[in-house]
Each structure stands twice: as C-alpha cells, then as structure tokens.
C-alpha cells in the first residue's frame, strides 16, 4: 500500500469533481440499497420460517375458502399425531383499528397450544393465564403496542372487511419476540371467541401444527392431503416457509423488478465513476508517462488507475451505508410504516452494496486503465499538459 | 571498449504517421565511457530527444543495437526494460515533471518505491539526495511552491536517488532563468566530476555544452563531426 | 449578444465520449422514472375508471365482494327500491352477483387467487365496455364460463375450449371478453346459479343503475339507513378507487425513488459541466474580449447543459417506450386478494413527464458551472494556467 498515498492525492486533487461523482454514486448506492431492503423485507417471513418446521393446512382452492371443523378430528387423530402434534386453528381477522390505514396483522386463534406452537413469542405465564380466563382476551406484540400507543387491560375494537363482526377485545398483556422482531407486528385474540360473535358457524381458516421432525413433513403432507382429497373441501398442506411464499407470488414479479433497478442504479454509477476517471487519466497522460520513465511497469499504472476508480466508488458506498444502516437499522424508521413495520438493512444486502461499489469501480475504470497502461512513453511525454 | 556505458550501433528510427515513414535517426554509432559527460547539440527536430529516448529505453529503434550498461536493450520485454530503467537511468525533463500533488520528498522518494527498501532506509537515501542537490530545507513543500530552479533540482535529486548507471538530461536548463540555469549546471558537473557520474545531455545552449567533456553533433538524423 | 449556439454544439462534440457517458447516465434514469411511474399509473387504470357513473354497488358493510353476503329477499328488496332505471321491458336495472375466489395455476407456474363472478340476466347491461371477443357468454346451469382478457394472459387453461377444473367440479370456458382494461378484465364469469352451487354462498353483491345522480344519492341513503337490511350502497366506481392502495404505494415508492435518481444524475451532470468550463477558460476569456456578456455566457452553458438532459431524456423516453409500454403484469388487490393483470402505460404524457425531468436535471446541473463560467476573469484566463 506504499502508493495509497499517492492514489488519494490524486483523486484529491479535484475536489469538486471528486466530492461530485462520491456524491452521485452515493445517492445512486442509496437507491439500489433501499430498494432491496424492500425486497427483503416482504422476504423476511420466509427466512425465518426455514427455522422451524411448521406446517399450515389450508383449503387447496386457496385461502379465501374455509376449512370444516370435522377436519380437526382426523388431524388430532393417531395417524397425523405420529408426525406432527401441537395443532392449532388459526382465522386471519384482517382487521384495522379505527382508520383502515391503522391494519396490521390481527388473527384469531386457540389461545391454548399458542405459546408453545409458536415458541419463540415470549408471553409470560400471567399473561397467558388472563387470556384463558377473559374470553375476550387479545395479546399484543410490544413494537405494535409501541405504535399505536396502547395499554394493558385497554379495550380496542377492530373492523374488518372479511368478517361482519366487531370483536371488542380486551389487552391482557404484550408479548415480545427477541429472536424476530418483526413478529411483534402481531395481535391475537381467542378463536373460540370469533367463533360466537359468528353465530358458532366453526368457519376455521387454517390448521397449524408442528412436526416432529422435517423428515416428517412429507409424511404429514401424504397423510393430511391424501385423507381430503376427494372430499368437498380438499385441502393443501403447506411447510411455513410455503405458505409464506405464496404472499410473494401473489405480489407479482417483484424479484424482476428489484433486479432491473439494481442493474440500472449499478449501470448509472459506473457510467458516472467511469466519466470521472477517464477526465482524471487524460490530464494525466503526461504524468504517467514520466512514471513510466521512472520505472514503473504497464501493470503498476493499470495498478494505481484502477485503484482510483476503486476508492471513488468505495467512499461512495460507505456513505449511504453508513446513513442508511443508521436510519434503518439503529433509528428504526420506515419509510412507509403501514406497509413496512420495520425496514432493517439485511447482511445480504450490505454484502451487496460492498460487491457493487467494487465491480462498479473496477469497471468503470478498465478502460481508461488500460489506455493510460497501454499508452507509449513517447507519446505520453510528447504530450503538452 | 567493453565497459562503455552506453554502445550504440547502427541504429536508425522510423516513425509512422498515418501511411508516411518518417525517419528520424540515420546510421548512429555512439559510445559513452563510464563518467563521461556528454553533450548533444544540433537544431530543432534533429533527433536529439530521440536518441535520448533509445537510450533511456523509452523507445526501441527500428534498425540497430542499444546497449546501457553492458546490457542489449533489444531483448528486453517492456517489463524488463522497466525494472532497468528504475536501476540504471535517471531522467531529467525539461520541464521538469514532478508530481504535483507530492511533496518534493515524496517526489524524490517515488523512484524508490519500486524498491523493497524500509521506510527507513529510504528515507535515508532521498536525504542524501536532497541534500546533494542543497534544498534539505524544502522537503515538505509542493512543486507548485518552489521556484522553476528549484523544481529542477529537486527533479535531479529523484533521478539520482537510485543511484543510477546513467543520467540522461534533455534541455535541462531550456526552461530556467539565468541564475538557476548556472545552479543546475554546476550541479550537474559536481554530480559528472565528484560522483563520477555519466551523463548525455540535450542542449541547445553552448554554455551546458561547455561543462561537458565531449560534444556531438545530430543534423537531420545523422551524427556529423562538430 | 447571445452566444451562438453553434459554439456550444461543436463543443459538445469534441468532448462527445464525456458527453455520450453523462447522456446515457440521464437517459437511464429517465427509463427508471419511467417505468416505476408507468406501473403505478397502469395498476390505477385499471381501478379507477371501472365502473358506471350511475351504478351502486351493495355490500355488507366495510366487506368486499369476496366477503359479503346478501339473501334472496334482501336482493329483491333493493332490486323494488324507487329510483333505480327500468330497462326497455320495465325491469329494474339490478343484478344479483357473486364473487367467489379460487387458487389457480399461473402461467409463470405460481399459483394465485383467480375470481370468479356469477352474473346474471342484467349483468352486461349494468357495465360499459364490455366486449365479446371469442365465442358466447355462459348458459346457465352448465358450468359454462366466460373469462377476461386479464385473466386469460396471467393464468393457464383458461382459453375458450379449456376445460379447467376448479372448486371441485370441471368447468368449460365457452368465451372470452375485453373491457377496456377495467377490473373486470382480471375475472372469469360464470352464470350465478352455477357459482351458488359450487362455493355455496348467497349472492355477495347488488348492483343497481340509479336513474339519475339524485335518485342515486336518495337509493344510497334508504339502504344505508335500513336497519332490517344491514347493508350499506356506494358508487360503484368509488368501490373501485378505494382499492387502489397498491398503486398508491407504487407511485409513492416511484417517486421517492425517481427523486433521489435524479439528484444523482444531476450530479453526474454538472460534473461534466465542470469539467466542461475548466477546459475552456481561455475560449470564455476570449468570448469575453470579443464582448459576450457575463448572462449570456452563463446562459449558454446551461443552455448547453439542459440540451444534454433533453437528449438523455429523449433517449431514455423512447426506449421506455419501446420496450416498456404494453408489458402485462399482474399484482395482488391487497383488499380481495384476488391477481389484478394490468399493463405498463407509457403514455406520451409519461414520456414528456420524463423528458422534462431530464431537461430539469441537465439545466440545473449546468447551474453552478455556468455561474462559474460567468465568472471567468479574463486576465486570469488568459494567462493560461
């Protein structure tokens, strides 16, 4: 690194066009991060959900249909009970809180089996004792408690466009989730509870259960779906990370169009990157050439030109990261909090943003590089500054 | 004679511009003894910096041999060529060609860069430089603080830092006023009679021809006698 | 005295590599903005704007057509209520639908919510541009289907003479219809007696064509305050709009991400203006002896700046064009759940929209060189270093 010195000079040496091109490709770096994050977000359930090995039956026409009660019979029975145990009915309320934008995920579910199905919700035992008792009982993850301002022992009441009814539900106590914070975005409140302000019409939406191990998945699969198969309601049984993929299916083509963008924000700053450099390497085609003389090898001046292009770049990511990692990470904030609760830069996309300013910097210095590298000495000297 | 430090037999240079062959160099034998100082006169577009070129191993001639140093120049790949030019030549510009973003100790210490010497033992070498060329007192300023004169020495210093085989110099004084002109030769005589150290200068100027112990000629490509 | 603008054509041209660089820089961000525009405006098209100025659509309150449930007699109640038009037979212009959804494979291999409606008799009637392209509309009591354009292009089997099965029985697609790329496109219908049937549920939706905007008001207001019906009547294309949060955060997203594009192409542009005015001092110091005003040198250069953002936004306008205009995509309607095709516009307003940005960022890019040029003292230039 005995030339650092001089590489830094050098791209020092206009500071105006430096600071302008660190400035353009920062903001440019900012855009390719936060557009992934958003990608990574809505992806954030199916990461964590390869953690466990929980499995959803739902109705194979999809999730607007409901499944029958009678269906609860076979899965606690003997033959699914060798694979897979803790079952659990699971309605999806889809809800809001006095204005629609205030939606967040609200579900109604057997509050019995919850704390251990879903084990890493921590709901500490006074808690989980209220809600067997108040059947009206609602928990409440903290970050969403946090949001919208609310209390213990608070009565909220929450709209719905899937279910006629207005549950009026009662806060017996916040869970938190250290593991996944996102998961604290949640409420849940008693299926037994829905179940009569619906006229005790048993309408479940899924089945959750746990398998004992991931090798039994198949076997529940087998099992569940071969059992409704030519039933009226056949059913589709699904691991989490599954089920939560579908959301993203439905979403559309999201991954293509996060990588169009990120191509194009990659394109744009090595344009920019590689402007910079090229005016840098013609007013210093002199200079090079006495390098040259000095003895510095074709190879060394490819050296020192990319390693310009490759500070550019890198400086102009260090900085948007910096401030998003700040912003995102450290402060928390989103910019959209309705749709995203939580915007966290992930490793995948720091480890992305560090790749791009490389690959961006060293391409967009190549070719000036190598004309400067290529050049004759003769010519170099004969050149007038 | 074996030991000359520069040998140079029947060498010619072509140019090509477009479709035209433009000579430059016609028929050149040159021999330069170790601690010769030479002077090479001749009017504008002679071939003068071309010839030093050959030398320096900038260029390659199209006919002929180049010898630096007991060493054919020839064979040499540009990589090769590049690591003799570190050891064995020291060039002098005329308009000097310092880095300016460097300081004149961190211009002087580039050379040896290209070296695994310590910090240390280069620090200790472009002291000595320095101080041969008398501007110890200025290591830490930028070219464009110091006087043409002293740019020039400093641009001296960096050449001889290495300690090389040969000087080479191409109008070293071209750019200067008359009093840094006189420092810059008398300094270039001390470094050819003190260190006994060979040197080819380009030059206009009879008076830098002066200071040397030999002048030739160069007119129209080809050496003439004086 | 102004400059003549060919001064500042031939310099263009003679810097032309720096100068192509920072047009394809403007231009790609122009297709960004864009195409991010283009999909939020293109998922809008495609709710607002369906459905009849006169129509109401009956629902249970805050349930969408998916969710909703409406009886016979509560059906006929509203079809007898005064102020709806009567068509040429004296019938009233009301009918009595379903939407039911389904899971059903896409083309891309996913599969998604497709939705189903049972339409009857004055189903056709009661919406504007609709059109057969292919076959007949369903007979009843025969599993016959008519799909959309929409749907037909997003998932498989769907083509007339398919027989897809769904929802537990084989059904035969008989037509296919346009509708001018309103949300209907994105459904399949089928005769509503077949639908009841196969989901088993009521009707879910009323839709009435009031005679006129105070009819409208007053058929609103009857139903809404009818505490026996429980229901509650809105404009029918007002129903439409308020699914629209999609493209609303599309657009908003768009934006944001538009915005900080250009900030950086705007520095990617004075860049080059910079570099642009360094190497000319000595030309503007010249201009200046020969009289050329500090404003109208100043002028010139940002004159030639904005003409490079209008050539990078007329470049990045037509490739948006080419290529992008006419892409059929789909998403979920966040509120039913079911796939929404839609299709990218790029209108020739979209594309003027871009074009002037990328003029806006050129010519203020160009702001500060140009004040610099301005600036240029004459002796210092032409002193030459």
Redesign the interface.
Known sequence: MKFLRLIVRNALRNKLRTGLTVGGTAFLMFVLLFIRTALTEMEAWEGEAAKHDRIAIQHSSGLANPLPIELENFLRGDEVSKHGYQLQKMNWFGGWWQDPRNWFANLAVDHPIHRELWNEQKIPDDVQARWAEVKSGAIVGKALADKFGWKVNQKISLLSNLYPCVPELDIVGLFTVPSDIRQEQQLYFRWDYLDELMGGRKIVGTYWMNARSSADIPKLKEIIDGHTKNSSDPTETVTEKEFAAQFMAMMGNIKFFVYFIVVGVLAIMTLMTANTVAMSARERVTEIAVLRTLGFTKGRILYLVMAEGLLLSLVGMVIPLGGALLLFNVWKLSPNPQWFPFFFIAPGTIALAVGAALASGLLAAVVPATMSARRKIVDGLRQVV | MSDAVVRIQGVAKVYQRDSQAVPVLENIDLEVAPGESVAMMGPSGSGKTTLL?LI?G??RPTRGSVEVAGRALAGMS??EL??????H?G?I?Q?Y?L????TAF?NVE??L??TSLSKADRRKHVMTALDVVGLTDRVAHYPRQLSGGQEQRVAIA?AIVTDPTILLADEPTGDLDKRSEEEVLILLKRLNREFKKAIVMVTHDPKAAAMASRTVHLEKGELVPA | MALPLKYNGRSLWVRSISTIMTILCIAGVTIILIWMIAMGTGLEKTLVGTGHPLNLIVLRPRQTETTSMIDRSQAADIAALEGIQKDTKGDPLASFELVAVAGHLMVNGKKSNLALRGIGPKSLELRDGLKLTDGRWPNPGLGELAAGKGAQGRFTNLKVGDRPFIRGRQWSVVGSFEAGGQAYESEVWGDIDDLKTQFKREYSTVIVRARDAASMDRIARLIGDDKRLQLEAKPHAEYYKSQNQSAEMMKGLGGMVGFVMAIGALFGAANMMYAAVASRKREIATLRVLGFGRLAIGFSFVLESAFVGLCGGILGAIVARIFIDGITSGTANWVTFTDLAFHFRVTPGLMAQGIFTAVFVGAVGGLLPAWRASRTTIAHALRGM
């Open positions: 070129n320096a900038i260029d540009e990589r590049a690591k003799f030019r570190a050891r030549i060039f510009f308009l060609n880095i300016p973003v460097l961190e580039l050379p860069l290209l960096r």
